[in-house]
T-cell receptor, first 114, second 117 residues
Framework: AQSVTQLGSHVSVSEGALVLLRCNYS??????LFWYVQYPNQGLQLLLK??????LVKGINGFEAEFKKSETSFHLTKPSAHMSDAAEYFC????????????FGAGTTVTVRA | GAVVSQHPSWVICKSGTSVKIECRSL??????MFWYRQFPKQSLMLMAT?????????EQGVEKDKFLINHASLTLSTLTVTSAHPEDSSFYIC?????????????FGEGSWLTVV
């Protein structure tokens, strides 16, 4: 089985400051890792994903994440927060041997202060 | 990019009635679709996996007789909440994996809000 843990249910940052959202995973086989963003009353939008290859993954809206196998982590960062980044962020993991079903973390709410 | 559409986006139904939510892949064929449920301020919980032409596989604790899932074609899966009750009120989201896709790219619908009164 696979799972993810998101550390911190709520993160508040100032506009222009670094955004750091933490995600640790557990998997018995090589994982696929994802970050999704959800705006109020909407579905999920894929920010970025790690499958194989380069461990530093760049996504949309200036976000990036680094896969660190030794730390079983896939933290999401953005150098400079924008007001539009205020949303709910979900880390997710899937594995081939479980039909690629996504297992989601509990989510982190990001608020951006002007 | 690939688009998954859900309909309706919002639905209100009376307690005891049934309601159907559709999930369509608009520009690709989806061999597998997933149905999730999300309560306010919570994460997504996988309800079932739907494969075209076969019975859905339900996650532990999900009542298959209450949440009927049909995946009759490669572009359409439906979720029917039967004899709905207020505790079934939730945000339901589907996702789809494209035919031939390696499996690590899944597209999500916009979600459907169900309110049972």
């Amino acid at each position: 089985a696979q799972s993810v843990t998101q550390l911190g249910s709520h993160v508040s940052v100032s506009e222009g400051a670094l955004v750091l959202l933490r995600c640790n995973y557990s998997s018995s086989v090589p994982p696929y890792l994802f970050w999704y963003v959800q705006y109020p009353n909407q579905g999920l939008q894929l920010l970025l994903k790690y499958t194989t290859g380069a461990t530093l993954v760049k996504g949309i809206n200036g976000f990036e994440a680094e896969f660190k196998k030794s730390e079983t982590s896939f933290h999401l960062t953005k150098p400079s927060a924008h007001m539009s980044d205020a949303a709910e962020y979900f880390c997710a993991v899937s594995i081939a041997t479980n039909d690629y079903k996504l297992s989601f973390g509990a989510g982190t709410t990001v608020t951006v202060r002007a | 990019g690939a688009v998954v559409s859900q309909h309706p986006s919002w639905v209100i139904c009376k307690s005891g009635t049934s309601v159907k939510i559709e999930c369509r892949s608009l520009d690709f064929q989806a061999t597998t679709m997933f149905w999730y449920r999300q309560f306010p301020k919570q994460s997504l919980m996988l309800m079932a996996t739907s494969n075209e032409g076969s019975k859905a596989t339900y996650e532990q604790g999900v009542e298959k007789d209450k949440f009927l899932i049909n995946h009759a074609s490669l572009t359409l899966s439906t979720l029917t909440v039967t004899s709905a009750h207020p505790e079934d009120s939730s945000f339901y989201i589907c996702s789809a994996r494209a035919r031939g896709n390696s499996g690590n790219t899944i597209y999500f619908g916009e979600g459907s809000w169900l309110t049972v009164v």
